[in-house]
C-alpha cells in the first residue's frame, strides 16, 4: 500500500507546462498513457473574475494582490493503478464539503511516469536519467546541470528497476464562494485533510510534510548522499519559511477580512441609528408644529369663547330690561282691573 500523500504548492506559469507535458519532457517509462487523464473544470481568468466579484461584494473591498496570486494551488497526490478520475472528483468533494474551499479547477493524472533503480540509486527521467532516441543516458559528471547535452553516458536499461509512481496533478483553489473569501485552514487542518486524503483513497496514513516534491528522497551512497541531504535539508528548510510566510500571509488577510467584516456590521449599525434617529428628529419637528399649531386654534378657540361670554351678558342685560318692563306691565294690567272693577 502506497502512503497517502497531498502535497501543495502554489500554481505558478509552469505548472500546466509541466502537467500536460507541454515542454516536450515527457517522463514516462511505462506504455499504459491511455491510463492517463485530464480535464477542465473551470476556467483560470472567469474563475478569478467571479472570485474577485464576490468577494467585493462579501468585503465591501477589492480582493488584495497577494490573494490573487495565491488563488490558485496545485496538489500533487499519491494515488494507485485502481484509482480513477472520479475518485478524485469525489475526494475534492469531500474536502469541499469538510474544510470549505478546495474548488477543483483541473485534473491531471499520470499513470505512466516512475523511476529506475539500480544498485540502490534512483535514477528520475530529466535529473538523473534521460531518453535520447530510443536509447537511455546518464550523466558523467553529476555535479553539471542537468542538460540534454550533459548526459552522455549510455546505459543498458533492462539492467534497471522500474517503480511505478502514479499520481494526480490538481490545481484547486481556497476561495468559498458561501463564505465570499477563502476558507482557512491551520496546520491541524493540513494534518486533518491528509488524513481523510488517504481514508478515501484507502492509502496508508504518514504524517508528511505540507510542501515537498512527490517522492524526493533519492538514495545515494557515499558522499554524494550527504550532499543531497545537505541540499534537501535545505529546499525543506526554505520550503518550511516559505509556508510560513504564507500561512502569515493567510492569517493576517483573514484577521483583516474577519476585521472588515466587523467595520461594515459597525458602519451598518451606525447608518442604521443615523437613519433612527433622522426619523425621530423629523417626527419631533412634526410634533412641535402640530403644538404650535394646535396653541393657535387654542387662542381662536379662547377669543371666541371670550366674544360668546360678551354676548352672554349683553343678552343677560336685555332680558332683565324685558323682565323690569314685563314687571311694569304687569302693575299697569292689575291697575287697570282695579278700576275697572269700581
Not at 474544510?99 to 538523473?128: A, C, M, R, S, W
Amino acid at each position: 500500500m502506497r502512503k497517502a500523500s497531498f502535497s501543495v504548492e502554489r500554481r505558478n506559469e509552469q505548472t500546466d507546462i509541466h502537467t500536460q507535458r507541454l515542454n516536450g519532457h515527457n517522463s514516462a517509462i511505462f506504455d499504459n498513457s491511455s491510463f492517463n487523464y485530464f480535464k477542465t473544470y473551470y476556467d483560470y481568468d472567469k474563475f478569478l473574475e467571479s472570485a474577485k466579484d464576490k468577494y467585493q461584494q462579501t468585503i465591501k473591498q477589492r480582493m488584495q494582490k497577494s490573494a490573487i496570486e495565491n488563488i490558485f494551488q496545485e496538489a500533487i497526490i499519491t494515488i494507485d493503478d485502481t484509482h480513477t478520475q472520479n475518485d478524485l472528483v469525489d475526494l475534492f468533494f469531500d474536502l469541499k464539503q469538510r474544510f470549505g474551499g478546495h474548488e477543483l479547477i483541473n485534473l491531471t493524472i499520470h499513470k505512466d511516469e516512475g523511476y529506475f533503480v539500480k544498485d540502490g540509486i534512483n535514477y528520475k527521467p530529466y535529473k538523473n536519467i534521460i531518453k535520447k532516441d530510443e536509447d537511455w543516458y546518464i550523466s558523467a559528471d553529476e555535479k553539471k546541470e542537468t542538460k540534454a547535452e550533459n548526459f552522455s553516458l549510455k546505459v543498458d536499461i533492462s539492467s534497471f528497476t522500474k517503480v511505478s509512481t502514479p499520481h494526480a496533478h490538481a490545481v484547486f483553489s481556497m476561495f468559498d464562494f458561501k463564505l465570499g473569501r477563502n476558507a482557512r485552514m491551520q496546520k491541524k487542518d493540513m494534518v486533518e485533510r491528509l488524513k481523510l486524503v488517504a481514508d478515501i483513497l484507502k492509502l496508508e496514513y504518514a504524517l508528511q510534510k505540507i510542501y515537498k516534491i512527490l517522492d524526493s528522497n533519492i538514495d545515494i551512497t557515499g558522499v554524494k548522499e550527504q550532499e543531497l541531504k545537505s541540499l534537501e535539508f535545505k529546499i525543506e528548510a526554505r520550503n518550511q519559511e516559505l509556508f510560513r510566510i504564507n500561512n502569515s500571509i493567510a492569517e493576517k488577510e483573514y484577521l483583516l477580512d474577519e476585521l472588515l467584516q466587523k467595520v461594515t456590521l459597525k458602519k451598518t449599525k451606525f447608518n442604521s441609528l443615523s437613519d433612527k434617529i433622522s426619523l425621530k428628529n423629523r417626527e419631533f419637528e412634526d410634533l412641535i408644529t402640530l403644538i404650535l399649531t394646535k396653541e393657535d386654534e387654542i387662542d381662536k378657540l379662547q377669543n371666541k369663547i371670550m366674544e360668546k361670554n360678551s354676548d352672554i351678558s349683553a343678552l343677560d342685560v336685555k332680558i332683565k330690561e324685558r323682565e323690569f318692563i314685563l314687571e311694569e306691565l304687569k302693575q299697569e294690567i292689575e291697575l287697570a282691573n282695579h278700576l275697572k272693577n269700581i
